[in-house]
């Protein structure tokens, strides 16, 4: 009896995915997979491009997760898992350039270029008016000059705000509510002056400029320096930038929320969202996500219960909130926020999913950074006053959820460890001031690190 691994063929470029979903086996009995009742050539046919695919991977990895991410641009999230993969990988994804991006995910100078494509409300029309007109006269210098230049019968507000939301006029001008407040007055100005070249005619401005001394149709090179402005406003914040990307692109791809959590996460999260399938079920697990979702469901008996949509760095899960707990953490299940949550895993139907029992807003998790020297962590009886401690301010499970992290210090290293969920406390201040009495060196530690 053999074992084969199949692919999944994509369906596009003839692009298989390889190494980034789980395989499929498929037993082969008498020359047949007994499956799916494959013969030997057709099984032979997928080894054959299975390892072309992994060679390419191997050998190209730039170019073939460019491929692999445009493949499957209209999928949000096995894209989201291809950039997670890439950052693994060590491959950079740039956001959407207005003077560098094509229509699809193009390898370039080490990196991953977005495309315009995977952009919403940009239409093929549009990405071929501003592909032509940059094609025609060189990058664009400003906002005014690509509207400027490019057919506003295609590129509409809708296509130029999505564009600004997204980040691709960054390199031009990086504060975004300015681009926005402008593009109202640059669009009209751009239309008035695409009707006086539909008509032969020219503004005052042009005339000026010598716009027109050469030819009517010819326009001022700096003619785009005359457009209008509106007054200077500060940026939009981070996290605002970061909702506009989400909405426009399906996924964060300048920063994420998450990110700068990344170095302290792992200490209360030993695994991520991805690797739900993998765990044990009725296992207890934490993990830090963001919210995207709140579904409200209402039981037959009347009672309100909740299904999430949310997602680590690595991809996008459900988590199920049964009434019980959803009416003891509903005002905290705000879309777009930062959350540490606890559940267990539940398989139904084989289907993982995150039973979640309790939530706290990142922002406000403090944690209990206790120090050991080497001789008090091999000491049973410092360790015992430190258990006794730990447990007298762990009384209340439900409420007891401040996690322990010790901090055993060397004179050449340093070690961070998470102690177990049954020494989480209650009130994070007494715990520490406790600790500090036994002559414990103790202090609180946000989350955040703020």
Known sequence: MIKIATRKYLGKQNVY????????NFTIRNGLIASNCFNKSHSTAYGYVTYQTAYLKANYPLEYMAALLTANSGDTDKVQRYITNCTNMGISIDPPDINRSGVDFTPTAGKILFGFSAVRNVGQNAIACIL?????????????DFCDRVDLRAVNRRTLESLIYCGAFDKIESNRQQLINDSELVYDWAQSRAKDRASGQGNLFDLLGDGFSATQNKRASNAFETAPKSKPIMDFTAQEKLQKEKELLGFYVSDHPLKSLRQIAPLLTPINLSQLADQREETRLCAVVMLNNVKKVVTKKGDQMAILQIEDLTTQSEAVVF??????????????????IWGKVDRRDEQTQFILEDAEPVETVQMVMVELNPQQAGNMEDLHRLKTILQEHSVDKEKAKMPVIGIIQTETSRKLVRLGWQFCVQDSRITVQALQNASFPAHIKSLTGS
């Open 17 to 24: 995915d390889i190494g980034v979903e789980r395989d499929h």
């Open 132 to 144: 032509e007109a940059r094609n025609e006269t060189g990058e664009f210098k400003s906002l005014a």
């Open 323 to 340: 009434p019980k707990t959803y009416e003891r953490i509903s005002s905290i299940l705000q879309v777009d926020t930062r959350l540490i």
